[in-house]
């Protein structure tokens, strides 16, 4: 199904759209996030909803973009007035996480612990020992994080050891089988 037209964004109230040409600017409770977008789609606010339009109605290449565009601004304002959270386990017998300030110490069965600090406008939370839950306003940005803390120790396919995202479904192998 093609999706010739208007792609709208609504803003809730609390939120400020500011586009200049290409540039958009969203500021919002809970901070502000700026971005530069390609020339092959239109960016127009009235009122409290932000359009997308395609400059060239012909180049596919503008309509990829156009559902992008909507999608990233449409992200930036969820972001600014809700916010992000992605949410790791930690799966192993003595794995454990805890917070020092910023920083994310994990314990995953290496010799040392290994620490991650927490980047711009992303904060680490530890409700239990096992727990952790990454947020933030970008969207991009929480789920890049989120990964390479779950990259420190990945699940492994014969016991499940490892850090994992909550819900996330593990292919297990069968070890060796008894003759």
């Given at each position: ?66 559902g992008l565009v909507r999608a990233l ?107």
């Amino acid at each position: 199904m093609s999706r010739i037209g208007k792609q709208p964004v609504t803003v809730p109230s609390g939120v400020t759209v500011t586009i200049n040409g290409s540039d958009v600017q969203v500021k919002g409770p809970k901070g502000q996030l700026e971005r530069t977008f390609s020339d092959l789609v239109a960016i127009d606010q009235k009122d409290n909803v932000v359009t997308v339009t395609r400059n060239d109605k012909e180049d596919p290449e503008s309509n990829v973009m156009q559902g992008l565009v909507r999608a990233l601004i449409n992200n930036m304002v969820v972001g600014v007035s809700q916010g992000y959270e992605k949410k790791l386990e930690l799966t192993g017998v003595g794995y454990r996480a805890q917070l020092k300030g910023k920083t994310l110490e994990l314990t995953v069965g290496f010799s040392h612990p290994v620490d991650y600090e927490a980047p711009e406008n992303i904060t680490f939370e530890v409700p239990d020992n096992t727990h952790i839950t990454v947020k933030g306003i970008s969207k991009e940005q929480v789920g890049q994080v989120a990964a390479e803390v779950r990259m420190t120790r990945p699940p492994e396919p014969y016991k499940g050891k490892g850090i994992h995202y909550e819900g996330e479904h593990i292919r297990r192998k069968l070890g060796k089988a008894a003759k």
